[in-house]
């Protein structure tokens, strides 16, 4: 009962949005429910940003810290939707794990459609991921963080949507065989969450179909005007709510611009060959320092361990000193350093 009245006043604070975030969260301070959702949203986020650095690694944009504070979220360029997206997805993902394992007192597995005929030889049975519920929660504190009112926020929003769509889109249908002797011919199945990676890998493929706004400039520079944000709802009024949109271009990311938090390439390490390379670290030195103006550097490291140890009656181990050498690569600036004019393995186009 409690639950209840604690979130129908949230709801209701809702509808006034300028004002909700901040009385909400004087309102709940101290309550159970809060703090036990609060320190899921906390390590969802972590999550998201977390798999943003790994999607990005070999990008020149690799997801900084900087770029997942406010400062840097300030502007709406393709990177800062699939930050939204991420980070919205990574907190209705640990909420609805954090449901089905029976973490949170008043949820549990969604078991609404169980014992119905769900298709062809099979029915629902077992423990769905409560993904209604991730949702509805992760909506409520993540959404209100955007506070603004401008086309920005409104942006915003919808890319937060798409990342939570994204957690439902990848969603899987788990069976098990009933029936003599595994004869099959009855099934249970239940729908379960995929593993955080493939959300990742469906929103960076969201990432790079993501969609310009057009909106008139001088209604994005307006900033705070509800006649910005009126304009951009209607241009995406078109676009399906799994996409990301965004409205700026991107700065350019090969160099530092302190003012925008960016720390450049150089300096980046980079792939140049191996076995079983993705395709992105394939490309990384090219992209990286090639097409940023930069050469690559060959960094080289000696480590040195114990090695073929012998074990000597009685007691004694040992043992001989190996060096290995590690061969790194890296982006530097082109007239730098000692080895300037010795011809490089792959050296510039
Ligand atoms: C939810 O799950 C996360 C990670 O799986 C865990 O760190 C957190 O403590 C859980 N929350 C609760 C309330 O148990
Ligand atoms: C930093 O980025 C801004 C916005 O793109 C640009 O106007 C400015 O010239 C850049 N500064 C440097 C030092 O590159």
């Known amino acids: 009962m409690t639950h209840f009245v604690f979130w129908f006043l949230f709801v209701l604070l809702q509808t006034n949005p300028a004002r909700a975030w901040v009385a909400s969260n004087f309102l709940m301070t101290g309550s159970k429910a809060f703090l036990t959702y609060a320190r899921s949203v906390q390590v969802g986020t972590q999550t998201g940003i977390e798999e943003c650095k790994h999607q990005f690694a070999w990008d020149r944009w690799n997801c900084p810290d900087s770029a997942t504070q406010l400062r840097g979220l300030r502007r709406a360029t393709r990177e800062t939707s699939f930050v939204h997206a991420i980070s919205a997805a990574g907190v209705m993902y640990t909420l609805t794990r954090n449901c089905s394992l029976g973490d949170l007192e008043n949820c549990g597995c969604d078991v609404s459609n169980n014992g119905k005929i769900g298709g062809r030889g099979w029915l629902w049975g077992g423990c769905s991921d409560n993904v209604d519920f991730g949702e509805r929660i992760s909506k409520q504190y993540v959404d209100a963080q955007e506070t603004g009112q401008d086309s920005r926020a409104a942006v915003n929003l919808h890319n937060n949507a798409a990342g939570r769509q994204a957690v439902k889109a990848t969603m899987k249908r788990i069976c098990r065989c009933h029936g003599m002797s595994e004869s099959c011919s009855v099934q249970t199945c239940w729908t379960q969450l995929s593993d955080f990676r493939e959300i990742g890998n469906y929103l960076k493929t969201k990432y790079n179909q993501a969609r310009k706004l057009d909106v008139d400039k ?132």
């Open 218 to 349: 001088k209604h994005v520079k307006a900033g705070n005007s509800a006649d910005s944000r009126g304009a951009v709802v209607d241009a995406f009024s078109t676009t399906a709510e799994t996409e990301l949109i965004y409205l700026e271009d991107s700065p350019d990311y090969c160099r530092r611009n302190s003012s925008l938090g960016l720390l450049g390439t150089e300096g980046r390490e980079c792939l140049q060959q191996g076995h079983g390379l993705s395709q992105g670290e394939r490309r990384s030195c090219r992209r990286l320092c090639h097409e940023c103006g930069l050469r690559v550097e060959e960094r080289r490291t000696e480590t040195v361990s114990s090695c073929n140890c012998r074990f000597h009656w009685c007691c004694k181990v040992k043992c001989e000193d190996c060096s290995q050498v590690l061969v790194k690569h890296g982006c530097a600036r082109r007239e730098d350093g000692p080895w300037f004019r010795r011809r490089l393995q792959q050296g510039p186009k």
